[in-house]
Each structure stands twice: as structure tokens, then as C-alpha cells.
């Protein structure tokens, strides 16, 4: 696997580099039939800190199966209720595999930039929050400069750089499902036909071994007078 991706949000690529690399680290976890979840982490109060809400908004339509999403602009996750929101995935999946989303702040070339690592994400780590790493894989995007003031700063941020994070990481997953949709489908029809050819020659032997052969005895025309 390989453990970090710096992609530029800005380039008509993203989508496709972020398609990518989740085609190298997470088609092997959809093989396994291991549930994946996409936690997007922020809130729609804050400009700068919805971009997780944002993903998981245009992500809920288009999820296929054996892939969930939490957090989005109707229940967003954030600080105050992130450790009950990981208390029921535990209870309702077993050993799922993470991917947690957030806005981060940065310096001022790496504004746009989208950080993907197979390491955790440790959620509200500007603003010093306690709170334990998240996910085994983070997506981060970033939204703004760091500085002393923080959370001024993710109050005005650019609505056009989180809509912009927000449809190159969504897109990306996006392309990634109907990859994944496409395979299963493809399986699903491999193994109708299968069944379909060993229905038929299972009826075939049936008739073959209940008849009398008396078909034998019947001349075939050949079509001349």
C-alpha cells in the first residue's frame, strides 16, 4: 500500500488520481467482503469546516453496497458527539475499515491540496482538541492557512475551495463505487450464465437418459425428391 497521497484539489485530474489510489489501497478491503466506512468529520457552521459534511452530502446517493457513510450537512460529526457516532460503529460492524474526511489548515501554497495517508486522523488537532486518532486511513483537505487564530480563519474560507475539495474527493470516491459496482456486476452475470449452462446440460442428460433411443429409427430427410 502506499502510505501518502498529495493530490492538487484544483486539477481536472484529482478525481481520477484520487480513483487511483483507492483502487491500489482499497480494492484489496472490498475482496476481503470487509465493510468500508467513510466518515466525514465537520460542520456546516463553519465555512472552512464543512468540507466532511459537504462529501458525505454528494456521497449518500451513490454508495453501493458493503460501503456506508457518516456525517454529512443534515447530522454532521463533530466534536461533541464524534465519540458516541465511533461507539455505534463498533456496535453495529465488526472490524470496518475507517476512512475519516476533515478540513485541515495549512501553509499558503498547499491550499487546495488533498492529503491522503494510511495512518489514522486525529480530528481537531488546530484547535487542540483531545480526541483519539481516528480511521485507518484520513483524507484531509486543505482549506486555509494555519495561524494564530485559527478558527477565525476557517470562518472565512473560500466557500469555492471547500465546493472544490469537496467535488474532487467525492467524485473520486464516486468513480471508485461504480468501479466497484461494474465488478460485482460483471461477477453477478458470469455466474448466471454459469448456472444457466449447467441447468441446461443437467435437463439434457435427463431427457438423454430417460428416453428410449427409439428416435433412432426415424429416416432423416435430406431436402431431395
Not at 35 to 56: A, K, Q, W
Not at 185 to 191: A, D, H, R, Y
Request: charge should be positive; charged fraction near 15%.
Amino acid at each position: 500500500m502506499k502510505d501518502m497521497c498529495c493530490i492538487d484539489g484544483f486539477s481536472p485530474t484529482s478525481s481520477s488520481e484520487i480513483k487511483a489510489y483507492f483502487i491500489k489501497n482499497l480494492k484489496p478491503i472490498i475482496d476481503d467482503n470487509r465493510d468500508i466506512i467513510f466518515l466525514c468529520i465537520g460542520t456546516d457552521r463553519s465555512t472552512g469546516d464543512s468540507l466532511g459534511p459537504l462529501i458525505g452530502y454528494k456521497l449518500k446517493p451513490i454508495i453501493p453496497k458493503n460501503i456506508y457513510v457518516y456525517g454529512s450537512l443534515e447530522s454532521p460529526i463533530h466534536a461533541t458527539n464524534i465519540l458516541t457516532i465511533l461507539d455505534k460503529i463498533k456496535i453495529n460492524f465488526n472490524n470496518p475499515y475507517i476512512v475519516a474526511i476533515d478540513a485541515a489548515l495549512g501553509s499558503v501554497h498547499n491550499i487546495g491540496k488533498i492529503i491522503i495517508e494510511n495512518k489514522p486522523l486525529s480530528p481537531g488537532a488546530a484547535f487542540n482538541k483531545s480526541l483519539p486518532p481516528i480511521g485507518n486511513m484520513s483524507i484531509k483537505g486543505i482549506v486555509n492557512i494555519s495561524g494564530c487564530m485559527d478558527f477565525t480563519l476557517l470562518q472565512n474560507t473560500r466557500l469555492y475551495t471547500v465546493m472544490t475539495l469537496a467535488d474532487s474527493i467525492s467524485n473520486g470516491i464516486s468513480l471508485f463505487c461504480k468501479l466497484i459496482k461494474k465488478s460485482v456486476s460483471n461477477w453477478i452475470s458470469l455466474i448466471q450464465i454459469f448456472l444457466y449452462y449447467s441447468l441446461l446440460i443437467a435437463s439434457f442428460k435427463t431427457c438423454n437418459s430417460s428416453s428410449d433411443n427409439s428416435y433412432l429409427d426415424i429416416p432423416l430427410s435430406i431436402g431431395f425428391a
